[in-house]
């Protein structure tokens, strides 16, 4: 239910850019609203406030405006941070990404398959992966922090932490590491919830602490492997003890090469030595992602220069409802719906994230004949169903000189999935090899009997090329 407080806000201009059309969820500290974007105009976004201490009010701004540069398919995308104050407090805000429902809302119905928490597990290793290698910590993954954004599942902005930051600095949930009110933030606290958030998804239920002087955290009845290993691998009292985000990935995709890992280097740090941080995420899969729920929110994408001041509050009008949009977000297949699952690529490298809305079809109007899946640009033969180019971060491939050759050979079994993949000789890139890897792994082949590709993925500044050829065997 809305914090009453919350109401007050609804129909006033945040730093006279941001309308607060309506208030979506709230709490004692935070709350978020439906608002709107200048650019393109009229397109929806979410703007969550949060209450902070004025004394800590231009650190953990920095952490949120730091964020406003992380670009990754698994993570909501964020638009804009500032500050602004009312009858004396002092809030952030955060300008991101409206979606469409969270995962708590379909806990809150029944169960994940393993099938479904596995989809839901690789997407949130994905970004995490990513996150850690930009030295971010999330610091409060829990339920209602996982997103559907059309047909994606993706983590949402709920005050990111820097690796090494204090505890204490946001709220506690039921799903934190048991170190972290006393321990800087780190990593294993994030594979701690991920772990938590997994068991419930399976069981609806929290795992629970038995004992007093010794305690012990009993698992519920939930599906064996690998989920129940995943569960006690990760959920140990000593942090060192935990499996690494990378351990997850090998566990859930067996056969997958090992991830490439690197060290984490806070964004302070990185931007003291004017320097670029290279981001290995390990491996990836096809994310199809099955859940059932109600449609919470739509999508937008933009970019706006943070605010780094307390911005004023200016009352405005309602604005009038548009039928004709709500009809479009109920017609429109959520990721959350298990009978209408989604297949997709992945965006290719510099692709925007974002989509617009498709208007409602009439209804004496024909059914509209599918949309076919992309296909390779080049190719031997037209067995392609769909290619995924690498998700490279855009201030690396700024730094190609040239081009960029990887080469990997993909296993494709007899329903044209990809079984596994390897880089198939040397390249003249290393750093990218991860990416190309993650993506050849979401490539599709049309079935048939078990066959043999290779993938050739030439990078340049410009954007990225792909081409399939078949191997003999």
Same mark, same amino acid.
């Given at each position: 239910?809305?914090?009453?407080?919350?109401?007050?806000?609804?129909?006033?201009?945040?730093?006279?850019?941001?309308?607060?059309?309506?208030?979506?969820?709230?709490?004692? &500290?935070?709350?978020?609203?439906?608002?709107?974007?200048?650019?393109?105009?009229?397109?929806?976004?979410?703007?969550?406030?949060?209450?902070?201490?004025?004394?800590?009010?231009?650190?953990?701004?920095? &952490?949120?405006?730091?964020?406003?540069?992380?670009?990754?398919?698994?993570?909501?995308?964020?638009?804009?941070?500032?500050?602004?104050?009312?009858?004396?407090?002092?809030?952030?805000?955060?300008?991101?990404?409206?979606?469409?429902?969270?995962?708590?809302?379909?806990?809150?119905?029944?169960?994940?398959?393993?099938?479904?928490?596995?989809?839901?597990?690789?997407?949130?290793?994905?970004?995490?992966?990513?996150? /850690?290698?930009?030295?971010?910590? /999330?610091? /409060?993954?829990?339920?209602?922090?996982?997103?559907?954004?059309?047909?994606?599942?993706?983590?949402?902005?709920?005050?990111?932490?820097?690796?090494?930051?204090?505890?204490?600095?946001?709220?506690?949930?039921?799903?934190?590491?048991?170190?972290?009110?006393?321990?800087?933030?780190?990593?294993?606290?994030?594979?701690?919830?991920?772990?938590?958030?997994?068991?419930?998804?399976?069981?609806?239920?929290?795992?629970?602490?038995?004992?007093?002087?010794?305690?012990?955290?009993?698992?519920?009845?939930?599906?064996?492997?690998?989920?129940?290993?995943?569960?006690?691998?990760?959920?140990?009292?000593?942090?060192?003890?935990?499996?690494?985000?990378?351990?997850?990935?090998?566990?859930?995709?067996?056969?997958?090469?090992?991830?490439?890992?690197?060290?984490?280097?806070?964004?302070?740090?990185?931007?003291?030595?004017?320097?670029?941080?290279?981001?290995?995420?390990?491996?990836?899969?096809?994310?199809?992602?099955?859940?059932?729920?109600?449609?919470?929110?739509?999508?937008?994408?933009?970019?706006?220069?943070?605010?780094?001041?307390?911005?004023?509050?200016?009352?405005?009008?309602?604005?009038?409802?548009?039928?004709?949009?709500?009809?479009?977000?109920?017609?429109?297949?959520?990721?959350?719906?298990?009978?209408?699952?989604?297949?997709?690529?992945?965006?290719?490298?510099?692709?925007?994230?974002?989509?617009?809305?498709?208007?409602?079809?009439?209804?004496?109007?024909?059914?509209?004949?599918?949309?076919?899946?992309?296909?390779?640009?080049?190719?031997?033969?037209?067995?392609?169903?769909?290619?995924?180019?690498?998700?490279?971060?855009?201030?690396?491939?700024? $730094?190609?000189?040239?081009?960029?050759?990887?080469?990997?050979?993909?296993?494709?079994?007899?329903?044209?999935?990809?079984?596994?993949?390897?880089?198939?000789?040397?390249?003249?890139? &290393?750093?990218?090899?991860?990416?190309?890897?993650?993506?050849?792994?979401?490539?599709?082949?049309?079935?048939?009997?078990?066959?043999?590709?290779?993938?050739?993925?030439?990078?340049?500044?410009?954007? $990225?090329?792909?081409?399939?050829?078949?191997?003999?065997?």
């Amino acid at each position: 239910m809305m914090h009453e407080g919350w109401g007050q806000w609804e129909g006033q201009v945040l730093d006279a850019r941001y309308p607060l059309r309506q208030c979506l969820a709230g709490g004692a &500290r935070s709350a978020v609203f439906l608002t709107e974007l200048s650019e393109p105009a009229g397109q929806k976004a979410a703007v969550k406030l949060l209450a902070v201490d004025a004394a800590r009010a231009k650190s953990l701004l920095a &952490r949120a405006q730091g964020a406003t540069k992380l670009e990754h398919s698994g993570l909501l995308k964020i638009f804009d941070a500032g500050l602004t104050q009312r009858d004396g407090q002092t809030l952030i805000y955060v300008v991101m990404e409206y979606a469409e429902e969270d995962l708590s809302q379909v806990l809150r119905l029944r169960a994940l398959t393993p099938e479904e928490t596995q989809e839901v597990m690789e997407s949130c290793l994905e970004a995490l992966a990513y996150l /850690h290698g930009q030295g971010y910590i /999330h610091g /409060h993954l829990k339920p209602a922090n996982i997103m559907a954004v059309e047909d994606r599942i993706k983590i949402a902005w709920d005050g990111l932490l820097w690796t090494g930051d204090p505890a204490g600095l946001w709220a506690a949930t039921p799903y934190e590491a048991p170190e972290t009110p006393h321990s800087p933030a780190a990593a294993a606290a994030d594979v701690w919830s991920l772990a938590m958030v997994m068991v419930e998804g399976l069981t609806q239920q929290r795992p629970t602490w038995e004992g007093t002087a010794i305690r012990r955290l009993v698992l519920p009845d939930m599906p064996a492997a690998p989920f129940r290993e995943i569960a006690r691998n990760c959920l140990q009292d000593d942090p060192q003890l935990r499996w690494s985000v990378n351990r997850m990935i090998a566990r859930l995709t067996p056969g997958a090469p090992p991830p490439v890992e690197r060290p984490a280097v806070p964004p302070q740090e990185v931007e003291r030595k004017r320097g670029y941080l290279p981001v290995a995420v390990g491996a990836a899969v096809v994310l199809a992602v099955v859940l059932v729920g109600a449609s919470l929110f739509n999508r937008s994408s933009s970019a706006t220069s943070p605010a780094t001041t307390p911005a004023p509050v200016a009352k405005i009008a309602p604005a009038p409802t548009a039928p004709a949009a709500k009809t479009v977000e109920q017609a429109r297949p959520s990721p959350f719906d298990a009978k209408k699952k989604v297949k997709r690529a992945g965006p290719a490298a510099g692709e925007t994230a974002s989509v617009s809305p498709k208007p409602a079809p009439a209804a004496s109007a024909a059914p509209a004949p599918p949309v076919a899946a992309p296909v390779v640009p080049r190719r031997s033969s037209g067995a392609v169903v769909r290619q995924v180019l690498p998700e490279v971060p855009a201030r690396a491939q700024a $730094t190609i000189q040239g081009k960029v050759r990887i080469r990997v050979k993909v296993e494709v079994d007899a329903s044209g999935n990809v079984t596994g993949a390897a880089l198939d000789g040397s390249s003249s890139g &290393r750093y990218f090899e991860p990416y190309a890897l993650a993506a050849a792994r979401k490539w599709k082949f049309e079935p048939g009997g078990p066959a043999e590709w290779r993938l050739q993925f030439d990078l340049r500044r410009s954007g $990225t090329e792909a081409k399939a050829e078949r191997s003999k065997r």
